[in-house]
């Protein structure tokens, strides 16, 4: 059995998506390890799978799997993605999709670009979740390298973000698995330094949960602006810079977070039987 595919990214951060809604599709943790690899399959940060949703106005489901086969809640860079494709198939300006998080809902916005309503960040240490009680606003048993105390938040899945004075000077590759495996997350973590330029404009990079250092990470960039205006430090909208290049993220009055961005279609193309079986 082989399977049709669209290679797609936002902004760097790159991924394989499979549309399953007609004919499932439930690949193994070696499947996806397989397909993710960047020497031997196609290569991605994270797997997507669109499947059927039984929620009423729900196009779809869209499954993530991260690139060593773990599943995530969310992820915001291939939420535009989905959210682009939807779009299209539709011809409207709105759709709507499920994720393990909750209900998405994008829309187009100017330039090509679209927005996705990521909805409400969590900010109780056990809905990032904790290991432990702790004020998420600052994490102070979070500390390694002399990065301490991060900000926790929940955008369907967890985050910690770092502020740092140089966000280039930081040794991603070095203290990236070190929080994402410490023992206060015990779901693991994704996490950001983010370097505040202005109000309006923050430097950030990231190391994924599952994924390591990738060019983007939209739901990373959501949580850097709710941190960010937790702790006081910009506007309520701001423009986060990263590798691949620039998310607009707001945190609206009514508690809503919308990630505005670019998509792009790189390639499609057909999996073969053997990668299909993950060999």
């Not at 902004?11 to 397989?34: H, W």
């Not at 599952?210 to 423009?239: E, F, N, P, Y």
Request: charged share 20%.
């Amino acid at each position: 059995m082989t399977r049709e595919f669209l290679k797609m990214h936002g902004l760097g951060n790159d991924f394989v998506v499979i549309d399953a809604r007609s004919t499932p599709y439930s690949p193994a943790a070696a499947e996806v390890r397989a397909i993710a690899d960047r020497r031997t399959g196609v290569g991605c940060d994270q797997f997507i799978v669109l499947e059927p949703s039984k929620l009423p106005g729900a196009a779809g489901f869209m499954r993530i799997r991260n690139a060593d086969g773990s599943e995530a809640g969310a992820c915001g860079n291939a939420s535009r993605c989905i959210g682009w494709l939807l779009l299209e198939e539709s011809g409207a300006d709105r759709a709507s999709f499920e994720t393990a998080a909750g209900l998405l809902h994008a829309s187009r916005a100017d330039h090509g670009r679209i927005t996705v309503d990521m909805g409400p960040p969590r900010l109780d240490w056990d809905a990032i979740p904790l290991a432990a009680p702790a004020d998420t606003l600052r994490v102070a048993a979070v500390e390694h390298a002399g990065f301490a105390g991060p900000v926790a938040v929940n955008m369907g899945n967890p985050h910690a973000v770092f502020f740092v004075d140089d966000a280039e000077a930081v040794p991603l590759d070095e203290v990236g698995p070190v929080f994402e495996n410490h023992p206060a997350f015990p779901e693991r973590a994704n996490i950001e330094f983010a370097q505040v330029l202005s109000p309006t404009a923050i430097r950030m990079r990231v190391w994924e949960r599952g994924a390591g250092v990738t060019q983007a990470c939209g739901s990373g960039s959501c949580a850097t602006l709710v941190a960010a205006v937790r702790r006081g430090l910009t506007a309520r909208k701001a423009d986060i810079l990263l590798d691949g290049g620039t998310l607009t993220i707001e945190w609206t009055e009514d508690d809503r977070v919308l990630m505005t961005g670019p998509v792009a279609l790189s390639f499609s193309g057909r999996l073969s039987a053997e990668m299909v079986a993950g060999l």
